[in-house]
Nanobody
C-alpha cells in the first residue's frame, strides 16, 4: 500500500508561481512512477507531468511545457510540481498518483494509475 498526500495549492494571480508537494508513504521503494494530474470543473482528468524514478526524462503535457517542472527528492518520499507563469486555464484540482506495481510510467491515462492523493486546489485569477 502507498499513501499519497498533496499540499501547496492556493490562489495566485496570472503569471505567478506555486509549488505543489506530494508526500509518499508506505512501500515507497516500489513507486517507480509518479505523476501529476489535474481536473477542472466539468472537464476530464488530464495528465500534467510524470516522472520515472528509474531514470529517463520527465514527460509534460503540451499545455504546461516550459512552465511546469516535476521533480523528486533523493529519498523518493516527496515529489514536487513547480508551476511558473500560471494562467487562469491552469485552475483545477491537482492530484498526484502512482501506478503499482508498474516498473515504468504507464502513460498519461488516469485509469492506469491506481493510487491517488486527495487533491489540492489551484486557482489562478486573471
Amino acid at each position: 500500500q502507498v499513501h499519497l498526500v498533496e499540499s501547496g495549492g492556493g490562489s495566485v494571480q496570472a503569471g505567478g508561481s506555486l509549488k505543489l508537494s506530494c508526500s509518499v508513504s508506505g512501500y515507497t521503494s516500489s513507486t517507480n512512477c509518479m505523476a501529476w494530474f489535474r481536473q477542472a470543473p466539468g472537464k476530464e482528468r488530464e495528465g500534467v507531468a510524470r516522472i520515472s524514478t528509474r531514470g529517463g526524462s520527465p514527460v509534460y503535457a503540451d499545455s504546461v511545457k516550459g512552465r511546469f517542472t516535476i521533480s523528486q527528492d533523493n529519498t523518493k518520499n516527496t515529489f514536487y510540481l513547480q508551476m511558473n507563469s500560471l494562467k487562469p486555464e491552469d485552475t483545477a484540482m491537482y492530484y498526484c498518483a502512482t501506478a503499482l506495481p508498474a516498473r515504468w510510467c504507464p502513460g498519461p491515462l488516469p485509469e492506469r494509475y491506481n493510487y491517488w492523493g486527495q487533491g489540492t486546489q489551484v486557482t489562478v485569477s486573471s
